[in-house]
């Protein structure tokens, strides 16, 4: 999948980036319901569906527009279980993980969306690709090699305290590497704060995802990436990084 979204980036504007988020958002919620409601069909194939189309809310012109799609959202949805009760002690869980999947995957991945929009939104979305690769790659290896204190054995047994600083590392590694090639306008301050800060948070994204995969009792999000699990596995570290990222962007870099 990564030389199309490297092309995507590269040569698509903004709004094609935005249907491709659309279509990993929509597979990634049908992942999440798959594991959480794994009961539900019909409904949860239309939530998956209309919970996608938030990826586009940056393109909206006013405030209204936006509030009014996620109203319907909301109330759409909630009229749809309220009418379509399973049992009634579930209910209440159900409509939680039918809303939980909207604010977890389409809500954070279109920040992404907002920060292509920025004056060097190219070179942003490259840096927090290369922050997630090169942390996931250094704590891995970090990790095998001299793991010995695990991370957080409740949430996921094999990480290791080794492994997390090892990728928070290989964070500043790749921040390092995009300064020297192409985005000069980092500062060192925008290098270690952007290494650290979305190294950190795209590790806990990591952990959620593993909190929530363990709670619902499964191994992978999903099958659609054959030795790597779902779309959702492949995300888990962007998703918390995405908003981070757009934020930095928005209150502190001054390019």
């Known amino acids: 999948m990564l030389p199309v ?5 590269l040569k698509g504007g903004t709004l094609l980036l935005a249907c491709l988020l659309a279509l990993l958002s929509a597979i990634g919620i049908a992942e999440f319901y798959r594991m959480a409601l794994p009961e539900r069909h019909m409904e949860l194939r239309l939530a998956a569906l209309a919970g ?8 909206a012109e006013n405030d209204k527009i936006i509030f009014a799609g996620i109203g319907v959202l909301f109330v759409g949805f909630s009229l749809l279980f309220l009418f379509r009760i399973r049992t009634i002690e579930t209910a209440a869980r159900d409509v939680a993980f039918a809303l939980l999947a909207f604010l977890y995957i389409p809500f954070l991945l279109m920040h992404l969306v907002q920060l292509r ?3 060097f939104g190219i070179q942003w979305l490259f840096v927090i690709m290369l ?11 970090t990790g ?11 949430v996921s047994p094999k990480k290791s305290i080794e492994g997390s600083i090892g990728g928070l590392i290989g964070s500043l590694c790749g921040v390092v590497l995009a300064k020297f090639t192409f985005f000069p306008q980092l500062t060192l301050c925008d ?20 909190l929530l995969k363990r709670s619902f009792g499964v191994k992978d999000s999903g099958t659609i990436i054959p030795g790597h ?6 995300m888990d570290s962007i998703l918390f990084a995405a908003p981070i990222t757009y934020y930095y962007v928005l209150f502190f870099f001054r390019g």
């Open 191 to 210: 290098v270690v704060a952007t290494a650290l800060v979305i190294g950190v948070i795209g590790q806990a994204g990591d952990l959620f995802e593993s």
């Open 117 to 119: 929009q920025t004056p």
């Open 144 to 154: 095998s090699a001299f793991g010995r204190h695990r991370l957080y054995p409740l």
């Open 229 to 234: 699990g779902g779309v959702l596995d492949r």
């Open 52 to 59: 996608s189309s938030l990826i586009f809310i940056p393109f």
């Open 131 to 141: 922050i997630v690769m090169t942390n996931d790659s250094a704590a891995y290896y």
């Open 5 to 9: 979204v490297i092309l995507v980036i």
